[in-house]
């Protein structure tokens, strides 16, 4: 007898269940509008911004998310398609975007939409797929707010007293060596969050400063947490090789926007600049710890020893990288020009074997003299690197130029010898070693700077273990560049090497700037035209920043290029036909 009644109940229960999840289901249908004509009429919406297109696209998304987790997959694409089509697009939105932002930002948009898109075709989790929604609804919130003139928020993580603080209160400490003295702490970093506690004090200094008018105090002590601090500790190192040297780079100019709030800036605006700041550091911090932001462990904390190994073996494989592109780049050309004209190679080769390894020695000596002129770790190193790198911007513009002019060296060969005497070859071929011996000494000399702290304070096998391993994926990297060329048909490579070099000297130049930005030459702005550019490795490699005194010298780096390279390709096809007509006359 009870068995049937609970045999009843259950039955019951069931029923009651799938009524309720069908009323459900038939409650969200009614709530769900296709389109935003719809949506705008049913909620008696006249005057809209594109932010109340956000919110409406928002229910959109979550709608199709639900139908992904419930195993619909056609109803789920079917509202990413009217999200994108039918509110995006209708609203007017991507219009505007069109119109009054960068090309990028529609792309951006279009690219998110079609991951969600490829992830629910390839049959892809919930998780992957939510996640990919959230991307996309961050993506059209920061859009939306430029286009609206809404500042977005930026949240920030809560000052907290620590042992650090006790100590500030007595004493101002302008280096890590003068704080871990006073802290009883060893030299080296055991806890980064240990060096962001000390960092936080030299910014809540740099904040009171400021607020009593003293702001070449506050300057001074932003340059402090820089200088004195994050590059001293390691910390740049290791964000850049464990998190990503687009963040190192993105933390850097951080510094220089406190730095340039101090220049007539308001209070408000100077303190929210160095609470960005100090998010950023406590952030890196607890990333390198393994911690989450209440110290709780996230279980993706590595030991000491493997996150000096991961930064060593990042930071040489992104500098030594750069370098070996260039350097392999330009051997590949010599021996194509040798093979074509029937030459020993190895003749050309030697003056720019000879500028790389000069190149390397000379690293060596830089390092040694800045460390020996106390000049290591400051604002001199930087100019240093920033001053090499707009020479090596010059050099690579030229030799760029002069590849591309022989890009149809195989048409008129014989005119343009004619043209062209042995000098002008001898001094392309100067340019050649010299543009190796720059990119192997700009990148080899930061790279020693930024071993030393590592050797000096981390653990020295784990340091070399990843310097030797970054070495050998970038011989595997130059072995490849140096045989796959060859293969290559010779316009299409000198016109591809050519275009390398140039987009080399357009991130050399992006780079060296902001060098001479962190180095204190240039100060730096970052207006909402372009503050939207995000930070990544591929823009970190082009040396692309949100700042204007990168990019609007590299746009007219650009657009110089782009007209050198049309008169140089107008002038070979008029050569190569003059010497067609020549040949065909004799």
Same mark, same amino acid.
């Given at each position: 007898m009870k068995t049937h009644l609970y045999r009843n109940l259950i039955v019951i229960f069931m029923i009651t269940a799938l009524f309720a999840s069908f009323c459900r289901i038939k409650a969200a249908a009614a709530d769900y509008y296709s389109s935003w004509d719809e949506y705008k009429a049913s909620e008696g919406i006249s005057d809209f911004t594109c932010n109340d297109v956000v919110d409406a696209i928002d229910n959109v998304l979550a709608v199709a998310v639900a139908d992904h987790k419930a195993g619909n997959n056609e109803d789920a694409l079917s509202k990413i398609s009217d999200a994108k089509n039918r509110y995006w697009g209708q609203s007017g939105f991507k219009i505007m975007m069109q119109?009054?932002?960068?090309?990028? =930002?529609k792309k951006t948009i279009e690219s998110d939409f079609a991951d969600i898109n490829n992830l629910i075709k390839n049959g892809k989790g919930n998780d992957e797929v939510a996640t990919a929604v959230d991307v996309l609804s961050a993506d059209l919130r920061l859009y939306a707010n430029k286009l609206d003139g809404v500042e977005e928020e930026v949240e920030t993580i809560a000052e907290t007293d620590t042992q650090a603080t006790e100590l500030f209160n007595n004493n101002y400490y302008a280096t890590w060596e003068e704080y871990t003295?006073?802290? =009883?702490?060893?030299? =080296?970093v055991t806890k980064w969050n240990e060096v962001a506690d000390a960092m936080s004090e030299v910014f809540r200094t740099a904040k009171a400063k400021y607020a009593q008018g003293d702001a070449e105090g506050a300057y001074n002590c932003i340059n402090n947490g820089y200088y004195g601090y994050y590059e001293t500790t390691g910390f740049e190192r290791n964000a850049m090789g464990y998190i990503s040297g687009a963040r190192?780079?993105?933390?850097?100019l951080q510094f220089s926007a406190c730095k340039s709030a101090t220049k007539g800036g308001s209070t408000e605006e100077f303190n929210k600049e160095v609470d960005v700041l100090r998010t950023m550091i406590r952030t890196d911090a607890n990333k390198l710890d393994g911690v989450d932001e209440n110290g709780e462990a996230t279980g993706n904390s590595r030991s000491?020893?493997?996150a000096t190994f991961i930064a060593c073996f990042g930071i040489i494989l992104r500098e030594g990288f750069e370098a070996i592109l260039v350097v392999g780049a330009i051997i590949a050309y010599l021996v194509k020009i040798s093979e074509k004209n029937g030459e020993n190679g190895r003749t050309k080769l030697r003056p720019v074997y000879v500028g790389a390894v000069l190149g390397i020695v000379l690293s060596f000596v830089s390092a040694w003299a800045l460390n020996a002129l106390k000049l290591a770790n400051s604002a001199s190193q930087e100019v240093i690197e920033g001053v090499t790198a707009l020479i090596a911007v010059v050099v690579l513009f030229y030799v760029s130029n002069w590849m591309v002019s022989k890009s149809e060296s195989e048409a008129w060969d014989a005119y343009i010898k004619s043209k062209v005497g042995e000098a002008s070859e001898r001094g392309s071929g100067v340019a050649l070693a010299f543009t190796a011996f720059l990119a192997v000494y700009r990148e080899g000399a930061e790279v020693i700077l930024f071993y030393q702290p590592l050797l000096a304070t981390g653990d020295k096998r784990s340091v070399w273990l990843g310097f030797v391993l970054g070495a050998v994926v970038l011989?595997?990297?130059y072995l490849a560049i140096r045989l796959l060329s060859v293969r290559?048909?010779?316009k299409p490579f000198f016109l591809a090497t050519s275009i390398l070099m140039a987009i080399m000297s357009i991130s050399f130049? =992006?780079?060296g700037i902001k060098e001479l930005i962190e180095g204190d030459v240039i100060s730096m702005t970052s207006p909402t035209w372009v503050a939207w550019i995000p930070s990544n490795s591929l823009l970190e490699v082009l040396g692309i920043y949100p700042c204007v005194q990168t990019i609007v010298p590299q746009i007219i780096l650009t657009v110089i290029t782009v007209v050198t390279f049309v008169y140089w390709l107008k002038k070979n096809k008029r050569l190569a036909d003059e010497a067609r007509s020549a040949q065909a006359g004799s």
């Amino acid at each position: 007898m009870k068995t049937h009644l609970y045999r009843n109940l259950i039955v019951i229960f069931m029923i009651t269940a799938l009524f309720a999840s069908f009323c459900r289901i038939k409650a969200a249908a009614a709530d769900y509008y296709s389109s935003w004509d719809e949506y705008k009429a049913s909620e008696g919406i006249s005057d809209f911004t594109c932010n109340d297109v956000v919110d409406a696209i928002d229910n959109v998304l979550a709608v199709a998310v639900a139908d992904h987790k419930a195993g619909n997959n056609e109803d789920a694409l079917s509202k990413i398609s009217d999200a994108k089509n039918r509110y995006w697009g209708q609203s007017g939105f991507k219009i505007m975007m069109q119109k009054q932002l960068p090309s990028a =930002g529609k792309k951006t948009i279009e690219s998110d939409f079609a991951d969600i898109n490829n992830l629910i075709k390839n049959g892809k989790g919930n998780d992957e797929v939510a996640t990919a929604v959230d991307v996309l609804s961050a993506d059209l919130r920061l859009y939306a707010n430029k286009l609206d003139g809404v500042e977005e928020e930026v949240e920030t993580i809560a000052e907290t007293d620590t042992q650090a603080t006790e100590l500030f209160n007595n004493n101002y400490y302008a280096t890590w060596e003068e704080y871990t003295q006073a802290a =009883g702490l060893p030299v =080296g970093v055991t806890k980064w969050n240990e060096v962001a506690d000390a960092m936080s004090e030299v910014f809540r200094t740099a904040k009171a400063k400021y607020a009593q008018g003293d702001a070449e105090g506050a300057y001074n002590c932003i340059n402090n947490g820089y200088y004195g601090y994050y590059e001293t500790t390691g910390f740049e190192r290791n964000a850049m090789g464990y998190i990503s040297g687009a963040r190192k780079s993105e933390v850097e100019l951080q510094f220089s926007a406190c730095k340039s709030a101090t220049k007539g800036g308001s209070t408000e605006e100077f303190n929210k600049e160095v609470d960005v700041l100090r998010t950023m550091i406590r952030t890196d911090a607890n990333k390198l710890d393994g911690v989450d932001e209440n110290g709780e462990a996230t279980g993706n904390s590595r030991s000491a020893s493997m996150a000096t190994f991961i930064a060593c073996f990042g930071i040489i494989l992104r500098e030594g990288f750069e370098a070996i592109l260039v350097v392999g780049a330009i051997i590949a050309y010599l021996v194509k020009i040798s093979e074509k004209n029937g030459e020993n190679g190895r003749t050309k080769l030697r003056p720019v074997y000879v500028g790389a390894v000069l190149g390397i020695v000379l690293s060596f000596v830089s390092a040694w003299a800045l460390n020996a002129l106390k000049l290591a770790n400051s604002a001199s190193q930087e100019v240093i690197e920033g001053v090499t790198a707009l020479i090596a911007v010059v050099v690579l513009f030229y030799v760029s130029n002069w590849m591309v002019s022989k890009s149809e060296s195989e048409a008129w060969d014989a005119y343009i010898k004619s043209k062209v005497g042995e000098a002008s070859e001898r001094g392309s071929g100067v340019a050649l070693a010299f543009t190796a011996f720059l990119a192997v000494y700009r990148e080899g000399a930061e790279v020693i700077l930024f071993y030393q702290p590592l050797l000096a304070t981390g653990d020295k096998r784990s340091v070399w273990l990843g310097f030797v391993l970054g070495a050998v994926v970038l011989v595997f990297v130059y072995l490849a560049i140096r045989l796959l060329s060859v293969r290559l048909p010779l316009k299409p490579f000198f016109l591809a090497t050519s275009i390398l070099m140039a987009i080399m000297s357009i991130s050399f130049l =992006g780079s060296g700037i902001k060098e001479l930005i962190e180095g204190d030459v240039i100060s730096m702005t970052s207006p909402t035209w372009v503050a939207w550019i995000p930070s990544n490795s591929l823009l970190e490699v082009l040396g692309i920043y949100p700042c204007v005194q990168t990019i609007v010298p590299q746009i007219i780096l650009t657009v110089i290029t782009v007209v050198t390279f049309v008169y140089w390709l107008k002038k070979n096809k008029r050569l190569a036909d003059e010497a067609r007509s020549a040949q065909a006359g004799s």
